[in-house]
């Protein structure tokens, strides 16, 4: 069993910048994948970014790259999503999700088996 807790949404102006976090507890964190998600309202879950278990292998869409950054921290069991030059259409519920059966990183959100609760980011124009 793995529980996720995120944290570090809000309000920003376009331009702005937020680190959301990723806090993990159950199952040792360091043995698996990490992704973030995000849905808009009205709008499909949508693959941002994922992070293999030892942080050295990356994933983003083509719509962050760039912009955001994904990173763990292993012993602090936390992982996190540095989000810079944020536009209104970023806005959206912002969830990380566990992938506990591979070792690859996966964009489709089926793939991941245990799923925080989300936090809103909202981007002003």
């Known amino acids: 069993q793995v529980q996720l807790v995120e944290s570090g949404g809000g309000l920003v102006q376009a331009g702005g910048s937020l680190r959301l976090s990723c806090t993990a507890s159950?199952?040792?964190?360091?043995?698996?994948?990490l992704g973030w998600f995000r849905q808009a309202p009205g709008k499909a879950r949508e693959f941002v970014a994922a992070?293999?278990?030892?942080?050295?292998?990356?994933r983003y869409s083509d719509s962050v790259k760039g912009r955001f950054t994904i990173s763990r921290d292993n012993t602090k069991s936390t992982g996190y999503l540095q989000m810079n030059g944020l536009k209104p259409e970023d806005t959206a519920v912002y969830s990380c999700?566990?992938?506990?059966?591979?070792?690859?990183?996966?964009?489709?959100?089926?793939?991941?088996?245990?799923w925080g609760q989300g936090t809103q980011v909202t981007v002003s124009s």
């Open positions: 992070i293999t278990w030892s942080g050295v292998g990356t």
């Open positions: 159950g199952r040792t964190f360091r043995n698996y994948a």
């Open positions: 999700a566990a992938d506990t059966l591979r070792s690859t990183l996966h964009t489709q959100p089926d793939v991941y088996d245990y």
